[in-house]
């Protein structure tokens, strides 16, 4: 691989369960970056831990991109000259290069049980050493190939004795690397154990796995999560070992806890914050939104701005801005954002997303209501099934705020109210301006404050004492039920 090859990048999930909205940011990083460059995005399953599969989980990876718009140039349901794409289907790449490393004298065979390592563990663990490694300390005391002879192994091997694949670690050395994000990284070799490579059952680790693919799979540059940076040294190890060169690395900023902490699925659960992509989805999220937020969620792109389309993602990022300290998750900002992005949307499409949580609502609505209400309501929505939470726009309210009457319900309220509907009476117009000097006319003639009406009216009309502007919403209830609600309430409330 040249400097100036032509970039592919990977997003490479693990099929253990739903896609994680951490995972949709690397992708989208990923992503952003192969369309920048007029590069390639590969989707690739990383399915060898068997015990791991879920089934429906490659399906989800799939939904949730697609959902995310971000389209997959190669992978296992696209296609491409570089598959298979799933790694359950490419063993023989994998064992080729375990026998290379074997070969050269950079992997060995070993026999020990899980007991045996557990008892290797038990034998060094000190204060100092809380947790011993299979490493260039302790292989000497180990049944694997680097002591015993080349029969016994044969033999052993031939009985059908279990045994794994290690990576030889050469000793007291410095693994150095640049990565995009980090910029020098540097590991001692003392601090990397003898990493299984091929495990009993023949399936490689992702380690082995993931080093063949990228090479294999051309791919020129990895972004991913920074809890993969040490896994770094033994990657580079075994690129050293088989004489390729390695792939460009960046490793992007944790995502950590509004209460600080990495934001795991424990911390995440305990406030509230969906973890799987199909959430977010589920729960109403525009996807543009989403994209915007995580892209902004370890990335800056140096100006104030915060607002972006995919397009313009596409445009403005820039892997040198990604941000090495961990980034804070906020359901706020995000909640922020879905509104931004829902504001730009027309009303017909607000209404559209709205249908179905304001069906559930309120029964069935007529479309061109639900038009006149999103248009209404989108300053104030922040997802488009907030709509839902405006009922009276739909229907005559039931109840009322009893805060909003405490405060604003006055004596004079019901007379007023009664006025105003009789005014609405004869007003044949009922436009925002027609309905608005219809009050303010009242109001003189009364010699009442114009808030001594226009609160009474709203809670009245709409059972709440917030939303849109007054006369904008009477207009979008109608003269005919806004002067039903108005009677109504005077009864009621007297
Ligand atoms: N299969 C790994 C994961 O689930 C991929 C890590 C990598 O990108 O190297 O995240």
Redesign the pocket.
Known sequence: MSDDAPVRVRF???PTGLLHIG?LRTALYNYLLARQTGGTFVLRI?DTDRSRFVPDAERDVLDGLAWAGLAVDEGPTQGGDAGPYRQSERRGLYADAAQRLLDGGHAYVAFDTPDEIEAMKERHRTDANPSPRYDAATRGEMANSLGLSETEVADRIARGDEYVVRLLVPERQTVVFHDRVRGEVSFDTAEVDDQVLVKSDGMPT?HLA?VVDDHAMGITD?I??EE?LSSVPKHLLMYRALGWTPPRLAHLPLILSPNGGKLSKRSADRLGIPVSVAQYRDAGFEPEAVVNFLALLGWNPGTDQELFGLDGLVEAFDVERIGRSGVQFSMDKLEWFNGQHLRQLSADEIARRAHPAVEAAVGPVDDAALVAAADLMRERLSRASDLAEATYLFQDPETYDPAGLNKRWKDDSAGLVAAYADRLEADAAFTVESTEAAMRRLAEDQGAGFGRIVHPVRLAATGTSVGAGLFETLVVVGREATIRRLRRAVDVLG
Do not use: D, Q
């Open positions: 490479a999930p693990s995972g990383e992702y993931n990895v991913r999560g993969w």
